[in-house]
T-cell receptor
């Protein structure tokens, strides 16, 4: 099974850049690396997805090294509304989509 | 409006009772999933289905059952065998290996 490891929690301040790293040592060759954001009492929502190198959208950037054993989600200039849980997904070969415990990001004023 | 709808938003279960949580999607997605989330914890996979009339157990399937008779629908039954059912239940759908779309969840509590 693909397994992901993330920090349990992180604190940062408004206006800072936040980087959350995820380890996924046994990710399958043709799997994409996907990140989700979840607010309390809501379903997670998709943030960004990539295969290798760097991907950027209007919300975040995703950095993936050549060996694909880890990935880093980068949130530029965070605000209080970015306080949430962030999940890095591991997808194993039979499409069983497993969520890890996620990283609780707390943004301080 | 395309999306995934879960109902009810809140559900209460009595001792020994089976309850069914509804999940409907109009996104034409092949795959559907059920997750359980306990307070302060991550999501745990209960069941998933990649095609109509077929489904697989996730990591915590005991005490739950599902059916997939239609592409749009993937109801979850919490049986009396599930001794600790209080949790937030999330349904999701996707095209295979693509991003998941989640419903708004059902909070199940025991009376």
């Amino acid at each position: 099974l693909a397994k992901t490891t993330q920090p349990i929690s992180m604190d940062s301040y408004e206006g800072q850049e936040v980087n959350i790293t995820c380890s996924h040592n046994n990710i399958a060759t043709n799997d994409y690396i996907t990140w989700y954001q979840q607010f309390p009492s809501q379903g997670p929502r998709f943030i960004i997805q990539g295969y290798k190198t760097k991907v950027t959208n209007e919300v975040a950037s995703l950095f993936i090294p050549a060996d694909r054993k880890s990935s880093t989600l980068s949130l530029p200039r965070v605000s209080l509304s970015d306080t949430a849980v962030y999940y890095c997904l591991g997808m194993n070969r039979d499409d069983k989509i497993i969520f890890g415990k996620g990283t609780r990001l707390h943004i301080l004023p | 409006d395309g999306g995934i709808t879960q109902s009810p938003k809140y559900l209460f279960r009595k001792e020994g009772q089976n309850v069914t949580l509804s999940c409907e999607q109009n996104l034409n997605h092949d795959a559907m999933y059920w997750y359980r989330q306990d307070p302060g914890q991550g999501l745990r996979l209960i069941y998933y289905s990649q095609i109509v009339n077929d489904f697989q157990k996730g990591d915590i399937a005991e005490g739950y059952s599902v059916s997939r008779e239609k592409k749009e629908s993937f109801p979850l039954t919490v049986t009396s065998a599930q001794k600790n059912p209080t949790a937030f239940y999330l349904c999701a759908s996707s095209t295979l290996r693509e991003k998941l779309f989640f419903g708004s969840g059902t909070q199940l509590s025991v009376l």
